[in-house]
């Protein structure tokens, strides 16, 4: 797959769906601040980013910190440790289960369009991981 197709594959299927995404939150956070009384609760979360090539992670962490309520505040490299891990705070971060799985969700959308694996998760042909 050449770097054409790659970019073509994440405009296409990530692009439209992070749009959207911008809109919703642009739209929450307006309607928090809009409004009397807050509902934000900041939340620090770790999200695993194992697996993942430096490009995938330049395009996640930059999606995250372009949406509204969310900000990548470190990125730590893959060690001893553990894998890769980007550190993100979400304003409206009380349930810390719902704001990880939002995460995981960009997360997983991006690496479907940029590897082009399908629904069930296993690369189209002539791509690969």
Do not use: C
Request: glycine residues 12%.
């Amino acid at each position: 797959m050449n770097a054409l197709t790659a970019t073509l594959r994440v405009l296409l299927r990530f692009g439209p769906w992070l749009v959207g995404q911008l809109v919703v939150s642009t739209l929450a956070l307006a309607r928090d601040v809009g409004t009397p009384g807050s509902t934000q609760r900041p939340r620090i979360v770790k999200l695993s980013l194992a697996g993942m090539g430096d490009v995938e992670i330049t395009l996640l962490t930059s999606s995250i910190t372009i949406t509204p309520g969310t900000l990548v505040l470190a990125v730590a490299p893959a060690d001893e440790h553990g894998p890769a891990a980007a550190y993100v705070q979400g304003l409206f971060g009380e349930d810390e289960a719902a704001l990880v799985s939002g995460l995981e969700e960009m997360r997983d959308r991006l690496l479907d369009a940029s590897r082009g694996s399908g629904r069930d998760g296993t690369p189209e042909e002539g791509t690969h991981p």
